[in-house]
């Protein structure tokens, strides 16, 4: 099938580190699907944070971590995955990364078990529909859809069966955009987030709070 002339950037091909900044900078996101009631406020974020440093030495780094100034044995530490549904994914009915998920549950385990106050792994479904929408308006109807449902049941089979492998204090969200119509990457489209479990709290060691308030005291 050969698609529309496309003028502007596919919001799946946004590199993982750069869509994780973009989310976790915006004024409303930033907020909105990280910050959750029982978390103290004002907390700042260090993003790609080296843990080879942290008590015990474990290997690997936090994607973002969250901390109040005056609380510093509340740390939150997010793991995050992208799961790409591009134009071709789109038209093949496939994911792409979307065995990723069993990656992320290793991760997010790994921090349960160093010892933060809050652990949450989120997966962040990255969905361009400009051409598959562009198609379907040829009818001369506006369509903003995103996923199949053949390609959601295929979502949630997968994300079910990684809900089964974190830790109990571990809690998962699934974020969801949608670029559907051919626009810049986040002007027109839908988001959302849905917390399938929220993260259970566990009082954090002195040697690991100390490790942290280090972190946020750098530049």
């Given at each position: ?14 590199p993982e ?14 907020r909105?699907?990280?910050?959750f009631?029982?978390m ?18 474990p ?8 901390s ?25 009915g ?7 998920s ?47 449902s053949?390609?959601?049941s ?39 987030l ?26």
């Amino acid at each position: 099938m050969s698609g529309p002339a496309l003028s502007h950037e596919s919001l799946a091909e946004i590199p993982e580190e750069n869509l994780v900044d973009r989310i976790v900078g915006d004024m409303m996101w930033g907020r909105e699907f990280f910050h959750f009631a029982g978390m103290p406020s004002g907390m700042k974020n260090k993003q790609c944070v080296p843990l080879n440093s942290a008590p015990g030495n474990p290997k690997g780094d936090i994607d973002i971590l969250f901390s109040a100034p005056d609380l510093p044995d509340q740390a939150v530490a997010f793991q995050i995955k992208r799961i790409k549904c591009g134009i071709n994914q789109l038209r093949n009915g496939t994911f792409g990364k979307l065995e990723e998920s069993k990656k992320l549950a290793q991760q997010a385990n790994l921090l349960a078990q160093t010892g933060f106050w809050q652990v949450y792994a989120y997966v962040i479904v990255v969905v361009d529909a400009r051409e598959q929408n562009a198609h379907q308006q040829k009818s001369g109807k506006l369509v903003f859809t995103g996923l199949s449902s053949e390609l959601r049941s295929k979502l949630e089979t997968a994300l079910s069966f990684t809900t089964q492998l974190f830790d109990s204090r571990v809690g998962f969200g699934e974020m969801q955009f949608v670029q559907t119509m051919d626009s810049a990457p986040f002007t027109v489209g839908t988001h959302g987030l849905h917390i399938r479990r929220f993260a259970k709290p566990a009082t954090q060691s002195h040697d690991l709070t100390a490790w942290v308030s280090d972190v946020f005291s750098r530049p």
